[in-house]
């Protein structure tokens, strides 16, 4: 059930990718402490579902189908959101392309692959964060969240697309966090290791053995490993942290 007086009490997320996996628990979670849930997916079914699930449980929830890197679309959906519950107070930028990604090498991936991946996981979160900073600067308070992974912290053979991207993220995190950190918006990157979800069981192949065996603390990661973390960044017990990378992975990449 929500808590009337929990951490997030009074505040507006947004969770994009919110229809599954790491995004759903963030939601449901964010949801349980208080806050209005906007779930931003490209899998408007899906995300209708866990908008429901939420409004069962006593919760608020607003179920938006939007492609993060259709900036038409990013702009519509934050307009609607705006119309509907407010002012955004907290986004997640956890939307990543992973339904057409494959394990191959750096020179066997072709353009569109690399676009694609690019286009959902960096300029997705680029969107988005501009779609949603001019009501934060305005309030003068905003918590970004912006989902990258500790596979930069290592790197990995076949994957040079995604983990560029998520490169990419760390490396927007970092200048947004100096941007927007005058306006009163803290702006934070959370790097998971392989987290035992639907999308990513799919393409890991022996991934999931072999990240347990790396990691300090033995065993498989799942998203609700990660909600703690998110709700400390999008709560005030974080407002004086901003600019950082938090790897959450049970010790196998120590940063």
Do not use: C
């Given at each position: 059930?929500?808590?009337?007086?929990g951490?997030?009490?009074?505040?507006?997320a947004?969770?994009?990718?919110?229809?599954?996996?790491?995004?759903?628990?963030?939601?449901?979670?964010?949801?349980?402490?208080?806050?209005?849930?906007?779930?931003?997916?490209?899998?408007?079914?899906?995300?209708?579902?866990?908008?429901?699930?939420?409004?069962r449980?006593?919760?608020?929830?607003?179920?938006?189908?939007?492609?993060?890197?259709?900036?038409?679309?990013?702009?519509?959906?934050?307009?609607?959101?705006?119309?509907?519950?407010?002012?955004v107070?907290?986004?997640?930028?956890?939307?990543?392309?992973?339904?057409?990604?494959?394990?191959q090498?750096?020179?066997?991936?072709?353009?569109?692959?690399?676009?694609?991946?690019?286009?959902?996981?960096?300029?997705?979160m680029?969107l988005?964060?501009?779609?949603?900073?001019g009501?934060?600067?305005?309030?003068?308070?905003?918590?970004?969240?912006?989902m990258?992974?500790?596979?930069?912290?290592?790197?990995?053979?076949?994957?040079?697309?995604?983990?560029?991207?998520?490169?990419?993220?760390?490396?927007?995190?970092?200048?947004?966090?100096?941007?927007?950190?005058?306006?009163?918006?803290?702006?934070?990157?959370?790097?998971?290791g392989?987290?035992?979800?639907e999308?990513?069981?799919?393409?890991?192949?022996?991934?999931?053995?072999?990240?347990?065996?790396?990691?300090?603390?033995?065993?498989?990661?799942?998203?609700?490993?990660?909600?703690?973390?998110?709700?400390?960044?999008?709560?005030?017990?974080?407002?004086?942290?901003?600019?950082?990378?938090?790897?959450?992975?049970?010790?196998?990449?120590?940063?």
């Open positions: 059930m929500t808590a009337a007086g951490a997030l009490a009074g505040r507006t947004i969770v994009t990718g919110g229809a599954q996996g790491i995004g759903r628990r963030v939601a449901e979670r964010f949801a349980d402490e208080g806050a209005w849930v906007v779930i931003a997916d490209i899998q408007g079914d899906l995300a209708h579902e866990v908008a429901d699930s939420i409004l449980n006593g919760g608020r929830a607003l179920a938006i189908r939007t492609d993060v890197a259709d900036a038409e679309g990013v702009d519509r959906m934050a307009e609607r959101t705006r119309r509907n519950v407010g002012t107070d907290i986004l997640v930028n956890n939307a990543a392309d992973m339904a057409g990604l494959r394990r090498p750096f020179d066997r991936i072709t353009e569109a692959e690399w676009d694609r991946t690019m286009a959902v996981n960096v300029k997705g680029w988005m964060v501009k779609a949603v900073a009501g934060m600067r305005e309030a003068g308070y905003g918590k970004i969240i912006n990258s992974s500790d596979l930069v912290l290592s790197g990995v053979p076949g994957m040079a697309h995604y983990v560029s991207s998520k490169g990419a993220i760390w490396a927007l995190t970092r200048t947004l966090a100096h941007e927007l950190g005058p306006d009163g918006i803290r702006v934070n990157a959370v790097a998971p392989f987290t035992e979800t999308s990513a069981l799919r393409l890991g192949g022996d991934a999931p053995v072999r990240s347990i065996v790396r990691r300090a603390i033995r065993r498989a990661e799942t998203p609700d490993d990660l909600t703690g973390t998110m709700l400390y960044l999008a709560s005030a017990d974080s407002d004086f942290v901003t600019g950082q990378l938090i790897a959450v992975n049970g010790g196998s990449v120590l940063h």
